[in-house]
């Protein structure tokens, strides 16, 4: 079992830049996909971004060209990097991990806060 915390979830203004982390509590090389997802008011959980073991990242179209998945296997955290913020981009972000690319048992985070207003 892998525990999953994010952070850095934070106000902003439309235009402007944040930085989520994911720290795992155990190693997360061997883990085939990490990612992030995140859930609006009154809408579905939806996928942001994914990235596998060997680096190749997946992005929802909504965010291509303004945010920024990676991965470090030294320091056990994922990150997503988020440019050019929109306010459709509020929402609860939730750190996603997958050990296996066969349906099965997957790790979750408990979400951190992203408010996108002036």
Known sequence: QVQLVESGGDLVQPGGSLRLSCAASSSIVTIYAMGWYRQAPGKQRELVAT???????????????????????????????????KPDDTAVYYCNGDPSPRPGIEYWGQGTQVTVSS
């Open 51 to 85: 990235i596998t073991y060997s680096g190749t990242a997946n992005y929802a179209d909504s965010v291509k060209g303004r945010f920024t998945i990676a991965r470090n296997g030294v320091e056990n955290r994922v990150y997503l990097q988020m440019n050019s913020l």
